[in-house]
């Protein structure tokens, strides 16, 4: 089948030379295509061109760079920020930017791989524990760390394929026993979406920073932002840190500039939006309820990943080629980080969704089955 994406990206999305209900990828608050975005983009090319042709620091400074940082900080509620050019590269800059803080590291075993090769590139000891299980978080606290250790534990704020938000308050309550403990989440499909600002799964649990355990989150600015690059937020301290120690840092070229002026407009934007957050929330709620009714037990989350798992008799892969023959997109995976055993269909919802786009994919669904 042809999947090429033939037009921006929305609810409604040209592919393979048709018009179809579009609930794949990340477009979450349907920013990609929105004319002020747009417009900050094309600014930053005319006035700027499209890069600086080398890393930042010195000449490879620029002043779009450091208006997304403030924006970013801004948004936050944070003393500075630090923009990069992949989001991937965020759990790498928190692991290597934070190393001499910690000693062994914990990570969620259905992290991203990101978070894994994060983990990695520091050549610390690296635990695996269950799958959202603040338990078993803490027995293999108990079994690897030696008196005096610190941990650091990662995890994707919310799991790319299933949906499931992590427990990070239970973790939070498990390293209050540690002294210097260290959570750090990749917020990438939180980042404008969980929260009552949408800053993501730390304000979702009502987290900050204290002198006890220190939580801090690597955002993603691609996804319901709809521009381009990774940002971390935090106190002057932790920022200069990292771009002190972050190899991961020095050794990427940053963002386009026309991505980068995209960045620190959606950030405004963010700011001050509540009326996109209010309808993606509502077409979450509308999509989680109809596919209950069709016997999915989806949990009542303001996530806007709805994982259908594997049904015995169900082809999940025919299912998704027949929605498209009905000008429906929806994602069949078999083998991504969080997948659940036996596939699933993912399905994203936006807030440029209409009610009735719902209403088509759920009843679509209901005669399909």
């Known amino acids: ?30 920013l990609q295509s929105h004319p002020g975005l747009l417009d900050a983009a094309v600014a930053a090319l005319q ?11 010195g000449y490879g400074e620029h002043p779009l760079y450091r208006e997304v940082e403030a924006t970013a900080a801004t948004y936050w509620e944070s003393e500075a920020a630090l923009y990069y050019v992949t989001a991937y590269l965020g759990n790498a800059v928190l692991a290597q930017g934070l190393r001499g803080n910690y000693d062994r590291i914990f990570v ?32 293999q606290l108990r079994r690897h760390l030696r008196p005096g250790e610190r941990p650091l534990v990662l995890s994707d704020g919310v799991f790319p394929i299933s949906g499931e938000i992590a427990p990070a308050s239970a ?43 220190r939580c801090y989150a690597a955002h993603t600015l691609s996804k319901a932002l709809g521009s381009h690059g990774g940002v971390i937020a935090g106190d002057a301290a932790l920022i200069a840190r990292l771009n002190r120690q972050a190899k991961a840092l020095v050794a ?51 996530v806007p990943i709805l994982c259908l798992t594997a049904r015995p008799g169900l082809d999940l892969a025919r299912l998704r080629d027949e929605l498209f023959a ?41 005669d399909l089955l």
Do not use: K
């Open 326 to 366: 009905r000008d429906i997109c929806v994602a069949h995976v078999t083998s991504y980080s969080s997948t659940p055993p036996g596939g699933a269909l993912r399905i994203a919802i936006f807030a440029t969704h209409t009610p009735e786009q719902i209403a088509r994919l759920i009843e679509t669904l209901a």
């Open 47 to 57: 006035r700027y061109g499209l890069g600086t042709a080398t890393s930042r620091g």
């Open 108 to 139: 969620d075993e259905s992290s991203h791989y990101s978070v894994w090769d994060g983990a990695r590139t520091t050549a610390m000891p690296v635990h695996p524990f269950r799958h959202l299980d603040a338990d078993d978080l803490a027995g």
């Open 252 to 302: 990427t070229s940053p963002s386009p500039l026309p991505a980068a002026g995209a960045a620190a407009w959606a950030l405004r934007f963010m700011a001050g939006d509540t009326e996109l957050r209010s309808r993606l929330r509502a077409n979450i709620a509308q999509a989680r309820a109809g596919l209950r009714r069709l016997g999915w037990a989806l949990p009542d989350l303001p």
């Open 171 to 213: 973790y939070r309550d498990v390293l209050a026993g540690y002294d210097a403990a260290l959570l750090c989440l990749d917020d990438a499909h939180a980042t404008g979406v969980l929260g009552e600002r949408g800053r993501g799964t730390l304000e979702f649990w009502g987290l900050t920073t204290d002198a006890g355990v």
């Open 1 to 30: 089948m042809d999947y090429a994406m033939e037009s921006p990206v929305g609810a409604r999305t040209l592919i393979g030379g048709r018009w179809r209900d579009y609930f794949a990828g990340c477009s979450y608050l349907g």
